[in-house]
């Protein structure tokens, strides 16, 4: 439900997105600084009772680990995907969401495209194995979240920042977009199904 006042701060936002996260398999994260989806990750972790597989190919989120800038957490597994590890990751992984429900998050799909830079139809292996995620989840009834760093093309259009693909588009996908407003946190959500907005929110955080 959308708040009423969506310039209020309540309390419970990160729970709501949670129970958000998990009405659909695949969910799109967007942000237009990349320091954005680290607070919202950050405060979003925390509240996941199930196991999450952090796919983390930009190593942002494990640098501000490793300099203490936001807190480790137990249920957390890091990983950081190169060419060399990549095919026993991916096993590991589906093996695992296979059977156990898990929440899996690609940090970010930017980097995930410069993983496969020279391979010539990348956006078509990119998908291909988004997909192979997506079914895999399904087996256990985990969730997929993807990240993206976009930028605004025209009035309705974004696309990723850099690499000026589009962003990840399927049917039954819920979409987070995030702002920077005023010092605040500022979350949108989209549901897919009717493109229409469901949840809007300033969140406080010291961290911006």
Known sequence: MLDKNPESIPNDNFNNIKKIIQQNTINSITY??????????????????????????????????????????????????????????????LKQISQEKSVIIIDSINGFYNLFYEKKNVGRLVNSLIMLFVFFSR???SHLLITSMVKQKNKDEWVLSVTGRHTVETKQMTKIHLEKKDGNLKM?????????????????????
Do not use: C
């Open 32 to 93: 237009t600084e990349p320091f954005l989806q680290t607070v919202f990750l950050s405060n979003l972790i925390p509240l996941i009772k199930n196991p999450v597989i952090y796919l983390d190919f930009d190593l942002l989120f494990s640098g501000y680990i490793a300099s203490g800038t936001i807190s480790s957490n137990s249920s957390v597994t890091l990983l950081q995907p190169t060419r060399s590890n990549w095919d026993e990751m991916l096993k590991t992984i």
């Open 139 to 141: 087996m256990s009834n």
């Open 188 to 208: 949108t959500v989209v549901s897919n199904g009717n493109n229409k907005e469901i949840h809007r929110a300033l969140i406080k955080s010291e961290l911006i």
